[in-house]
T-cell receptor, first 110, second 113 residues
């Protein structure tokens, strides 16, 4: 079993829809990251969470430490949000390495 | 906004050749990392570097790999004798002392033929 599981693997939405991507992990963590990867391959950090909720523009990230679960929400989705969204955890006792999920391919159609 | 810079963006090399991938981390960052992503797979940790030495490495990071910070600004990953299975996107990342956030470079796509 992977340490970090994301769902869904692929998601297609219409412009304007509310989107949720989920991440579950099986290890104790110090922090969880949500990252965005565009078709060219570059990775951009969106959020780092260790508790609660963070918001940046139309993006909201939440984490429930007890349930070992995090969600990334996108409100009023737009075609430019199309990308791969990756959950990565910084495990307790793992030094400072990140362990990555498989990613969720999001396609937002106009 | 400060960036992590990686060069080259794409490198094609013959099997058995040595390659050096270069990274310029953000200037006040103290922790440096290399990750790789084989096409269609998830990103994997290779190595972390702090205070001029390797602080952690994965099982992937065998004797064919080495890292160096030769001049206080560049951070390099060397693969001594490339194999076909080394073909991947290689990402450099850095972070500040005490900060949790990572900044990733845009990656070097290595193709071994």
């Amino acid at each position: 079993k992977n340490e970090v599981e994301q769902s869904p693997q692929n998601l297609t939405a219409q412009e304007g829809e509310f989107i949720t991507i989920n991440c579950s992990y099986s290890v104790g963590i110090s922090a969880l990251h949500w990252l965005q990867q565009h078709p060219g391959g570059g990775i951009v950090s969106l959020f780092m969470l260790s508790s609660g909720k963070k918001k940046h523009g139309r993006l909201i990230a939440t984490i429930n430490i007890q349930e070992k679960h995090s969600s990334l929400h996108i409100t009023a989705s737009h075609p430019r949000d199309s990308a791969v969204y990756i959950c990565a955890v910084w495990g307790r006792g793992s030094g400072s390495r990140l362990t990555f999920g498989e990613g969720t391919q999001l396609t937002v159609n106009p | 906004e400060p960036e992590v810079t990686q060069t080259p963006s794409h490198q094609v090399t013959q099997m058995g050749q040595e390659v050096i991938l270069r990274c310029v981390p953000i200037s006040n960052h103290l922790y440096f990392y290399w990750y790789r992503q084989i096409l269609g797979q998830k990103v994997e940790f290779l190595v972390s570097f702090y205070n001029n030495e390797i602080s952690e490495k994965s099982e992937i990071f065998d004797d064919q790999f080495s890292v160096e910070r030769p001049d206080g600004s560049n951070f390099t990953l060397k693969i001594r004798s490339t194999k076909l299975e080394d073909s991947a996107m290689y990402f450099c990342a850095s972070r500040e002392q005490g900060a949790d956030g990572y900044t990733f470079g845009s990656g070097t796509r290595l193709t071994v033929v």
